[in-house]
């Protein structure tokens, strides 16, 4: 069931990081500024991230299965849009209706492992899950790439459409919801259920936490800057740093992609535990922060594939961020902990993408490289996230 559920996740995967592949030939038909490009790459985590305060309400009121098969047709009919889009306006519609129907994705999976799985195993399953999901970027980098050559980068959306519905039908025919153990059943069976606005309510009740805030702002910025470079900045940076083609480009991208597989799985594994791991956490954000700096300080071929690849390596430690939610908050919200912290990762995603498009216009209006000062910007927020986590109140122990 969990490999069923892992499909959707891998086309979110794919659906999020169309851009850095699509941006050139959609540059070209729609004559797109790197602003227009930023909105268009950030619409769909505008909707996945604005969308997971509901999932979350979905899950706990009406289980993984309903909420995921309810929204993710919508993710297929967004393809559908986008790939028939006439205007820039109706494409970012279709991205909008592919976040919202995506929205569900990981965070299904990541409830249904906190529930059904050994809590001891939470951060090395959820690492395998992040790793195997992973292999939806794998389709955005050099098999899309190569596809859009030969075709368009309508027939993307049209494929990616069709293995969405694949996945649609293996969850619906693979997927329930299993039985809770007894303890936990006979609590649920005398508890009143919860209505909408209670559910609403009880989100709210989070963001009054003191060691929310830590916890969403460091969110906002670890894998939005993995996304930002893989999803938007490295295809057009590729080619028009250094004059790749665009399959050439899609290579780096899938070596980026297989990169970033192994590493969920690898850090799950070595998760030191919750003594040492906010410690992990800080460490390699500012790790990342130093990377992204220097490869915007140079504008070497060398670093500009290598840099990626080692980037999407050391991002499997944002695994260790889940497992650091999941022993944060009493276990009676953990699914609403995992859709606010999921909300946070995706709503920085598409700020950070918005964001840097809006500082690569801004940089070429003033005769200056785009690729640095988006790779700075990214650099700095990498930074202020860390801060942030080290300098707002942590969780108690008790948690």
Sequence with gaps: MLFALTTAFALSQAYRTVAAIMAAPLQADFHLSAQALGLFAGAFHFAFG???????????LHG?????????PLAIAGSAVSALATSYGVLVAGQVLIGIGCAPAFLVCTVFI???????????????????GGIGMLLTGTPLAWLIQATSWRMGFWVLGGLATLAWLLIWSLVYEPAR?????????TQKKETFLEAITKFGALFMLPHTLGIVLLGSVGYASFISLRGLWLGPMLMQRHGFSLVQSGNVALLMSLAS????PLFGRLDPGPIHRRRWIVGFTLLLAGLFAVFA?????????AGPILIGAL????????ADVRTAYPAAITGRAMAVFTMAMFLGVAAMQWL???????????????FTAVLASIAALLTAGALAFTLLPGPSRAN
Excluded: E, N, W
């Excluded at 906190?114 to 195997?132: C, K, Q, V, Y």
């Excluded at 991002?315 to 889940?322: F, N, R």
């Design 64 to 72: 993984v299965r309903r909420t995921v098969l309810t929204a993710f």
């Design 181 to 189: 153990p007894a303890a936990v059943a006979k609590a649920c069976a």
């Design 356 to 370: 840097t498009g809006i500082v690569a216009s801004v940089a070429i209006a003033h005769g200056t490289d785009p």
């Design 315 to 322: 991002s499997g430690y944002l695994v260790l961020q889940y």
């Design 50 to 60: 604005a969308m997971q305060l509901f999932m979350g309400i979905g899950i706990d």
């Design 261 to 264: 597989l192994f590493g969920p």
């Design 114 to 132: 906190a529930r059904h799985l050994p809590s001891d195993r939470f951060a090395a399953i959820s690492g395998l899950t992040l790793g195997l």
């Design 297 to 305: 300080m140079t504008h070497s071929t060398v670093i500009d594939v």
